[in-house]
């Protein structure tokens, strides 16, 4: 029988801990009784914890209180998770993780691990919106920004939300194999593997700084002609600057180059189009400015993980 303890904190995001738990129980129908997995959740209160949407959750016990050894141990995310940190539950966690075959983290969780010095030398990943946020405050991390979930020897984190669902099916087929998995992702109606990584959620491209800037402008007129040709050289003349210092400043004040701004820019507005319309591919290559669907395609697959038409249909 293997134990899978998750500890909960006020503000944790309720589907992060239902997701897998609810994966490793589906799991039961299919094994052996020897072969359970032995569910556990505590708390760093006593009494029910409020998850982030108000649910009321009982734990088993306080997380003080369990000294024993884990086969995974898990911490989910939320605004708890990230804006908040408990001193006891991160020393009772570097303790804990010593003692557990494996750890890891939900979608936000792995805040909570890199205040507990838990992340350092380690490839994790996090829900797409927070990744920057994590790369800043745990430099010592090697952050994967695109990974559904990603394991490093007995570390295992997840992306945003749902992705706690991917990570809690691997560790059931890597348990109990692959079929048992499929068997468990059927009853779920989810896919045991998803095509495509975090990328297709997420925007390429950080909004426009709304103060004007030689750059700024440069960035709007781009994004005003999408379907015109540009160059770095033409950009370059249109803030008055050489192509070498501009290419030098606008890496610095947009965090991408020129070129790179331009590519991100017309996937993100051909996924617009894609979502919102039923132009045919070749329309919305001509409009994001790609030339030619096979180049938008390229792209796509690149960037994203998917062609536009997979990406048509999972989106629109």
């Not at 884990?70 to 303790?95: E, F, I, R, S």
């Not at 979502?275 to 180049?295: C, I, M, N, Q, W």
């Amino acid at each position: 029988m293997k134990t899978v303890a998750m500890v909960l904190f006020p503000e944790f995001l309720l589907l992060d801990m239902a997701g897998p738990m609810e994966v490793f129980s589906v799991a039961n129908r299919y094994l052996k009784p020897d072969d359970h997995y032995q569910l556990t959740l505590l708390g760093t209160e006593r009494g029910p914890l409020r998850a982030s949407n108000g649910v009321l959750v009982h734990t088993d016990g306080h997380f003080d209180e369990a000294a024993g050894r884990y086969d995974l141990l898990l911490v989910p995310g939320g605004p708890g998770a990230y804006n908040k940190k408990c001193p006891p539950l991160l020393d009772w966690l570097k303790g804990a993780v010593s003692r557990a075959e494996r750890y890891g983290s939900i979608c936000t969780g792995a805040f909570v691990l890199g205040y507990a010095g838990l992340l350092d030398g380690y490839r994790v990943t996090t829900h797409w919106n927070y990744t920057e946020r994590l790369i800043k405050g745990f430099p010592k991390a090697d952050v994967a920004t695109d990974q559904i979930f990603v394991e490093d020897r007995n570390l295992i984190t997840s992306g945003g939300v749902t992705a706690g669902i991917d990570l809690a099916l691997a560790v059931v087929a890597r348990d109990h194999g692959k079929k048992i998995a499929q068997d468990v992702a059927k009853v779920l109606l989810v896919v045991m593997k998803r095509q495509g990584g975090q990328a297709q959620f997420s925007p390429l491209m950080a909004a426009v700084a709304p103060h004007e800037t030689p750059i700024t402008r440069v960035q709007n007129h781009v994004l005003e002609h999408l379907e015109e040709v540009f160059t770095i050289e033409r950009m370059a003349s249109l803030a008055n600057m050489s192509t070498r210092h501009f290419a030098r400043v606008f890496s610095r004040e947009v965090g991408m180059t020129p070129m790179e701004f331009l590519q991100s820019a017309r996937i993100d507005c051909a996924r617009n189009l894609l979502e919102t319309g039923d132009l045919p591919l070749k329309t919305v290559a001509y409009k994001s400015g790609f030339g030619s669907v096979r180049h938008m395609r390229f792209l796509f697959g690149e960037k994203l993980g998917l062609t536009p038409t997979q990406y048509r249909e999972q989106f629109s």
